[in-house]
């Protein structure tokens, strides 16, 4: 069923299933990522819910506990001044702590969600919360095993973040389609700025609690751990839990180990974002591992936006030829940047990777006259260039201009 939906990505796990956007899509589908193109990630099965009988009940430590049919989540009599705004998804990792789910550069999105913010329906719906509520927590339909028990996905976020008016919206629409099934329909919960893991899909009960949910997504994982920390010390209560997505960018193209044949200049393309409500300001691509950095132009940057990626490209000039490794950091508006090594910032559940990414190119560069050269007389022999550890047929330099360069500067002291 989600293959077909979704077939054209790079399928990371099958079940659970998980799947990134293929990078021509990243770049290719623009400010906004297609709904059939858009990053999946998964803790169990996607559920069958039938949106004609649906209700989303709230509970815990509200004025009233209601349930409401999602026809009445929908009315804008009832939630009045519901409307289209763009509401961004975000969730870069790379590494993950399901071993089998390898994330990389493509699990980021960007679409527009349209529903309801959940401060609304708190009001409106449940004459609002308790004062000692301090947390909304959200029960998606989906189970997954954990350490051989069965839950339900269960996450919170705080209620300062649901008082920041349509910052936590509860949706049916995604880049103006229902929303698809594997996207959590009929019903999702969209945390802008946070990690992807407080979106919670397959929303059916949301909690007002005075602190954090139990759901061992929210308690268990998504942590940040001290470096120290190894396999067999790894006590959950030293990682803190990750809320705000902090500043990530990556290079969506070359990919690593692609082989380049330029003329002095390379261009690079990819995408950056910072969440929390910080927006990218500067995107710079280092030649040499992070010494050296180069900043994109304005120009060359998809406009800003709260809670949106920007996407980037720039040309860097490059001389030197084979491998060279080039890296990506973005500073964001509050003057956040990245780690320039992973090492740097080491986390050993692997969520949230957010150093400097980095890919290695076989650099070929046709403005040298030799290199020139040699591109032309295999094109004249009609081999082809790669691969690189290819022996070739012939010599490059003749015999006789050997000699002569021999004999201008000899190997060997004359006497
Ligand atoms: N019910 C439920 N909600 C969930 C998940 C899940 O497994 N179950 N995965 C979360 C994680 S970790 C992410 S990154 C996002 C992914 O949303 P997407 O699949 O629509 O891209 O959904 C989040 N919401
Ligand atoms: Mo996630």
Not at 21 to 33: E, H, M, Q, S, V
Not at 88 to 95: A, L, M, N, Q, R
């Amino acid at each position: 069923m989600v293959k077909k939906e979704k077939h054209d990505m790079l399928h990371v796990l099958d079940f659970p299933y998980n799947g990134e956007t293929l990078a021509k899509y990243i770049l290719g589908d623009g400010k906004i990522t297609q709904n059939r193109h858009h990053f999946v990630r998964n803790h169990g099965g996607v559920p069958d819910i039938d949106p004609d009988c649906f209700e989303l009940e709230i509970g815990g430590l509200v004025n009233i506990p209601v349930r409401i049919p999602l026809r009445d989540l929908k009315d804008p009599a009832k939630f009045p001044g519901t409307r289209r705004r763009e509401q961004i998804e975000e969730y870069p990792g790379d590494g993950d702590e399901l071993i089998n789910a390898p994330w990389g550069e493509g699990a980021i999105g960007t679409a527009v969600y349209r529903g309801v913010p959940l401060k609304k329906v708190i009001k409106i719906a449940c004459g609002g919360k308790l004062p000692e509520c301090s947390h909304f927590e959200f029960i998606g339909a989906d189970t997954y095993f954990k350490k051989k028990e069965v839950y339900n996905y269960a996450v919170s976020v705080p209620w300062r973040k649901v008082r920041n008016n349509e910052e936590v919206l509860l949706a049916w629409e995604m880049n103006g389609e229902p929303l698809p099934r594997i996207h959590g329909a009929p019903l999702r919960v969209v945390v802008a700025g946070y990690i992807g893991a407080r979106s919670c899909k397959w929303v059916y009960r949301i909690n007002g609690l005075s602190e954090p949910s139990f759901g061992p997504v929210q308690r268990q994982e998504y942590l940040y751990y001290n470096q120290q920390i190894g396999k067999h010390n790894v006590y959950i209560s030293n990682g803190f839990s990750i809320q705000a997505m902090p500043v990530s960018s990556a290079i969506m193209s070359p990919k690593t180990k692609d082989t380049i044949i330029h003329d002095g200049k390379i261009e690079f393309k990819g995408w950056a974002y910072s969440g929390n409500g910080n927006w990218v300001e500067r995107v710079e691509v280092s030649p040499d591992g992070g010494h050296i950095w180069y900043a994109v132009a304005p120009e060359d940057m998809t406009e800003k936006y709260y809670y949106a990626w920007r996407l980037w490209k720039i040309e860097v000039p490059v001389d030197a030829e084979g491998w060279l490794e080039f890296c990506v950091r973005t500073w964001d508006s509050s003057n956040n940047t990245e780690p320039t090594y992973v090492r740097s910032a080491w986390n050993w559940d692997l969520h949230v990777t957010s150093s400097a990414h980095r890919i290695k190119i076989f650099s070929v560069n046709r403005s040298k006259p030799a290199t020139a050269k040699r591109l032309k007389q295999l094109e004249e022999l009609n081999e082809p260039f790669l691969p690189i550890t290819k022996p070739l047929e012939f010599t490059i330099q003749k015999f006789e201009d050997y000699e002569a360069e021999y004999k201008k500067y000899p190997r060997e002291p004359l006497e």
